[in-house]
C-alpha cells in the first residue's frame, strides 16, 4: 500500500536537495519505468495501478498515483530509482560538454542527442540542470540509462583535458567547412549567454553554424538544435 512515508519521500524528489540527500530520483510512465527496470540502475520503489512488470510492484489506485506523480496527469507506473555512484571520468573519443544548460527539456533533448549519435560521456558543468530533475528524465525518453554524464567543475576539467576543445560561437569557423575529428570536447553554451568568458578562453578551436536566411535576422538557435546539428558534423563520414 501507498503510506504517508512514501508520499512524504516522493514528492521530496522534486527538489535536487532531497534526491541528493536520498540519492534517488523519480522516472513516471509505462515506457520510461521499463526502460529503467532493464537498465543498470537500481530499483528502490515501484508504483503502478496495472501488474504488467516483472518487478515488485506495489499497485494503487489512479488517485493514489496523482498523489505522488509530478505530472499533471499521472501515467500508469512511477518508480524510485537509485542514483548510480560516480564513476572515473573518462577522456577518451568525442565529449559533449555543457556550459551552464539551466532548461530541463534542453538537456533531455541533449541526452537523446547523446544516444543517438553514440556520445557515450556527457560532462555538465555544476551550474547546469541536474539530470535527475523529473522534466529531464521524462524528456530523455530512457536515454538517461545509456549516457554517462558527470557534473564537475568545467573549467577544471577543461584546463586538464589533452585535446582539442571545440565551442560553438557566432564568430566562428563554420562547421560545414572544417575538418572535425573523431575525438575531442565540443562545449554547448547557456541558453542566454552562450559560452562563458572563463570557458572561452580555453577553446582551441571556434566553430559556428552559419545563417543562410535571407534578412540574418535570426539571432540564435535554441542550444539542443545547436547540438543536434554540431554532433550531425562531427558524425559525418
Known sequence: MLTKNHIKLITSLSQKKFRQQHQLFVV?????VEEFLNSSFELHLLFSTESIFNAETVI???KELQKISQLKTANTALAVFEIPKK??????GLILALDDVRDPGNLGTIIRLCDWFGIKHLVCSNTTVDCYNSKVVQATMGSLTR???QFVDLEAYLRAYKGDIFGTFMDGNTIYKESLPNKGVIVMGNEANGISAEIEQLVTKKI????FGALQ????LNVATATAIVLNEFKRD
Open 28 to 32: 513516471e510512465g509505462i515506457k520510461g
Open 60 to 62: 494503487i489506485s489512479e
Open 87 to 92: 564513476k572515473e571520468l573518462l577522456h577518451t
Open 147 to 149: 549516457v554517462d554524464i
Open 208 to 211: 559556428s553554424i552559419p545563417r
Open 217 to 220: 535576422a535570426t539571432e540564435s
